[in-house]
């Protein structure tokens, strides 16, 4: 009796600090405590939300109750609060609540109930109840999967961010919105359209995405798609409406968008639906002036044959010497007030470029935002301009208004056959823009490892100094082979750099799971039991991404096996606490401390059971973990089981405790 009443104070205590943590907690906390799996946390966020009558915070309890996560469950309770959602108007409660009548879950199945909320939902513009209703009126079996995941809104963000078309038609089947916006309010099929995903993109058509909605910057569907060149896509829209005369943030339609891109198939279609082709963007360009700047001549003799007109250039008195070296005050857009060599250079147009070369161009002549011909050409890749600029006294080492130099712009792009150029003209390699960053820097940073070969190879050297809160190894051990970390260390890249956070190359190199590289970096003595601000050891790190060969090597190269967090947790805590059964075996066989206890008082064992690790939970017991220890809530290892409601670990628990009574030990 003592225990019970015991344990029943316990229970008090947790709902009154519960009920302390949750005020004022919205439903988008609930909604993060569901994602990270805190289902405790969403129930106490809910219960008061829906009693003070939030419809989405009763389904999304009915949806907790239904599944047993964070209370018990109950399919009376999943009912009763779905319900109530229900008959407020939600409309993803009412086609549950179909389901639950139809199928007679938590309730006596009713046809005439069922076809009522399906009714109610369809009304709403429901697709899914719609179409059972349709089968359950014939006297088709149906059969649906209700709310498989925790949160399905943010399941189909995540399916339609990582392009998975099968997740995406699964959830929108089952009556996820297809109108669904992001946190920034961005539309998913806007998303869709972005990443050139047309599987999704029709999926989200067919079940009623607003095929004109767009976000808060004016970007749309038919605008995105105009601008990528996807031509099936744009068709797919256009055949759902969408609609031509939408302008984006910088006041461009779809044709100019199209044009820019000298994508003549979809300037086709917008012609034909008699797209205006004389309307200018915020730079006062048209869509012809767009297509005429690459040039892409079969585009722009289709939009004349629509009406379009160049702008004429005027005529003036001016010498071919005097036209070079003032500002072309005819040209439009970007162009405005730049010169006709920079103009060339821009265009790639390489016979203009020489002919203005050889009549005495001025090739170090900065414009306005401080670039120079080379500059602007390196930035593009014209590999045959950069040849002409240099041959006619460009200066290789010249920097643009950001401190870059031509070098820095073609490493940037990994372009080594400029670079070769670049180099022979004795481009150093060494100088820096504002940002701190060089040519290797750009590099490494832009992934381009035959571009970092290439610079080493000519005494390039790596910046150690913070750039965008990393230093250069750091970023290369995350990104590049191990070949050339070892370059960057030879080159003088400094492996006790640390961030912000105090973690230096090796933390990165662990993150990114390379053995080798974490090797090299401790045989080239890097700190192997630093701490950073956190309190958190190497070892810590590599048992939260579980990586066992790298626990392994950290251990052998002598880190400490018990190094001990602000928190108070250890790796061995660490790894028992997200379910990492095989670091928690490697720990413990490397005689790791199973006992003791971080900062709220519970040891490895108890955050095993927490996490519902019967694996590690059986390790730790077989390793002699102690499970009488108590936390700071007066709690044992099995308390914690009934509270998770871990039948699994309850038993091995209580396997535990009768072998240690039948040899006296408990």
């Known amino acids: 009796m003592k225990h019970f009443l015991a344990k029943l104070f316990v229970i008090f205590l947790l709902a009154l600090n519960a009920g302390s943590a949750i005020a004022g907690a919205t439903l988008a906390d609930a909604k993060l405590a569901i994602r990270t799996q805190d289902f405790s946390k969403a129930v106490s966020i809910l219960k008061p939300l829906a009693a003070r009558g939030d419809k989405q915070a009763q389904y999304q309890l009915a949806v907790m109750y239904r599944k047993g996560q964070g209370t018990r469950a109950s399919s009376t309770k999943a009912a009763k609060w779905m319900i109530k959602s229900a008959r407020q108007g939600y409309k993803r409660a009412q086609y549950s609540m179909g389901v639950l009548y139809e199928e007679g879950v938590g309730v006596k199945t009713d046809r005439k109930k069922a076809i009522y909320w399906y009714t109610a939902a369809v009304k709403q513009g ?17 059969s649906v999967l209700v709310d498989t995941v925790d949160d399905p809104e943010q399941a189909l963000l995540q399916a339609v961010a990582s392009g998975d078309a099968d997740a995406v038609k699964l959830l929108l089947e089952q009556g996820v919105d297809a109108d669904l916006r992001d946190d920034h309010q961005r539309p998913i099929l806007l998303e869709a359209v972005s990443q050139k995903n047309r599987s999704i993109v029709k999926l989200l058509l067919k079940h009623g995405a607003d095929v004109n909605a767009g976000d808060k910057y004016g970007d749309r569907p038919l605008l995105i798609a105009a601008s990528l060149g996807v031509t099936n896509i744009f068709n797919d829209l256009i055949r759902k409406g969408a609609r031509i005369g939408y302008l984006d943030a910088n006041g461009n339609t779809a044709l100019m968008l199209a044009a820019a891109k000298g994508n003549k198939s979809i300037v086709s279609v917008l012609l034909k639906k008699k797209s205006p082709v004389r309307t200018k963007n915020r730079k006062g360009e048209t869509a012809i002036m767009l297509a005429a700047k690459k040039p892409y001549r079969a585009t722009v003799k289709l ?55 050889k009549k005495g161009a001025d090739p170090n002549k900065r414009d306005h935002e401080g670039h120079t011909p080379l500059t602007r050409a390196a930035a593009q890749g014209h590999e045959k301009i950069i040849r002409q600029l240099i041959k006619h006294g460009a200066d290789v080492n010249r920097t643009d208004g950001d401190g870059k130099t031509p070098l820095m712009w073609a490493a940037e792009q990994g372009k080594d056959e400029i670079i070769g150029i670049l180099l022979a003209a004795h481009a150093g390699v060494r100088a820096s823009d ?20 290439l610079l080493l190879e000519n005494k390039a050297h790596p910046v150690n100094t913070l750039v965008n809160g990393r230093s250069d190894l750091m970023v290369a051990v995350t990104t590049m082979t191990l070949p050339t970390i070892i370059r960057l260390v030879r080159a003088g890249a400094d492996v006790s750099v640390k961030d912000a956070s105090d973690h230096d190359a090796l933390w990165y190199a662990i993150g990114s799971a390379k053995a080798s590289t974490v090797k090299f970096l401790i045989k080239n003595h890097a700190e192997i039991n630093s701490k950073d601000k956190k309190g958190l050891t190497l070892l810590h790190q590599a048992a939260k991404l579980n990586n066992a060969s790298v626990v392994s090597l ?32 490697v720990l413990i066989s490397n005689k790791a401390d199973l006992d003791i206890k971080n900062n709220i008082g519970n040891t490895a064992l108890m955050l095993a059971v927490i996490a519902k690790d019967s694996q590690s939970v059986k390790l730790l017991l077989d390793a002699g973990a102690n499970t009488g220890i108590r936390n700071n809530k007066r709690e044992q290892a099995m308390d914690l089981a009934e509270l998770v409601q871990d039948k699994a670990i309850i038993e091995l628990l209580r396997k535990h405790r009768e072998e240690n009574k039948l040899f006296g030990i408990f």
Do not use: F
Request: with cysteine; proline share 2%; net charge positive.
């Open 434 to 453: 504002k940002t701190h960053q060089n040519a290797l820097s750009l590099a490494i940073r832009n992934k381009h490892e035959k571009t970092c070969k």
């Open 554 to 585: 950290l251990i052998k190269e002598g880190i400490a096996v018990d190094g001990i967090a602000e928190d108070g947790n250890t790796p061995l805590m660490m790894a028992a606490s997200r379910g990492n059964n095989k670091i928690v075996g």
């Open 126 to 142: 429901h697709n899914n109840a719609r179409k059972r209703l349709e089968k359950i009126q014939s006297g088709e079996i149906t």
């Open 303 to 357: 939009l004349k044959k629509y009406g379009a007109r160049l702008p004429s250039v005027k005529k003036n008195s001016l010498t071919v010497r005097q036209k070079m070296s003032v500002l072309d005050k005819s040209a439009t857009g970007i162009y405005k007030n730049w010169r006709p060599l920079m103009i060339a250079v821009w265009r790639g147009q390489d016979d203009v470029t020489a002919a203005l070369l």
